[in-house]
């Protein structure tokens, strides 16, 4: 790192693939502190290594976002090691059906448990240094689906929604701390998660989409929806009758 230069310290969950891992590369680049976190420890220090060979200091964290005490002692080994935090990433997600007629809830309940309560375990350990400092921002990576009624994916959508609606109450309460917070919302991106849709219109790349976030996290947008064709598909549909919504949606499901 450069000598005399203050680097950014940016903690990230869900580093291990997709969009977690790209943010990881991108910050890398920038000669950012970084905490990694996640389960799968084996691809984690893959990625970790990758950071390193861009200059940056790297930290691994093994962690499951479910177990509010791993993202504690996490939270804490990271700001001893940097003496502060910038920037703190929610991105630990899972998609999935919700297998609505398997009379089981377990399938749902992991989605919403990983998704929502996933994110409060993993930010509110840094709150009080966020405070204490004045400074610093907090990132969620929600996801369009919160705008948009997705069959069999209830939970996944619902889990996202009160994501954004956590978010924007917080705003509000931290406003006056020196505090920014920001809630990513893409649309299809290319990753794991989306594997099965790459032929969906309006999908981009990793490539394309991580300086677009980066960006969108510089300056504290307060919710970024991704790419430009989704916020339009977005209005569209709140302006559109219910039925019509769901008939189209139907239609298109029966197709797929």
């Known amino acids: 790192m450069n000598e005399g230069k203050i680097e950014k310290k940016i903690f990230i969950t869900g580093a291990s693939s997709g969009i977690g891992k790209s943010l990881a590369k991108y910050y890398a680049q920038q000669k950012a502190f970084l905490g990694l976190a ?29 177990r509010s005490d791993d993202c504690a002692q996490a939270a804490r080994e990271f700001i001893g090691l940097a003496g502060g935090i910038d920037i703190v990433i929610a991105n630990s997600g899972v998609g999935g059906d919700d297998k609505l007629l398997s009379g089981n809830s377990e399938q749902i309940n992991n989605i919403l448990s990983t998704n929502l309560l996933g994110v409060t375990n993993t930010i509110y350990p840094f709150i009080p240094t966020l ?39 917080w705003r509000i309460t931290m ?63 709140n302006i559109l009758p219910r039925s019509l919504v769901d008939l189209i949606i139907s239609r298109m499901k029966a197709a797929s």
């Not at 996640?38 to 976002?65: P, T």
């Not at 989306?194 to 394309?208: A, D, M, N, V, Y």
């Open 38 to 66: 996640a389960r799968r420890v084996d691809l984690l220090n893959v990625v970790a290594d990758e950071c390193r060979r861009s200059g940056s200091k790297v930290y691994v964290f093994q962690i499951d976002v479910r």
């Open 131 to 169: 405070i204490k400092q004045r400074s610093g921002t907090i990132v969620g990576i929600s996801s369009v689906a919160g705008f948009l009624s997705v069959p069999t994916h209830g939970g996944y959508a619902a889990s996202k929604v009160a994501m954004r609606r956590m978010f924007d109450s």
């Open 175 to 237: 406003e006056d701390d020196g505090i920014r917070l920001v809630t990513i919302c893409p649309g299809f991106i290319d990753t794991p998660m989306t594997e099965k849709l790459r032929s969906t219109p309006f999908i981009k790349s990793l490539e394309e989409a991580t300086p677009a976030f980066a960006k969108a996290i510089k300056k504290g947008v307060p919710t970024f929806i991704y790419p430009w064709q989704m916020r339009w598909l977005i209005k569209l549909v």
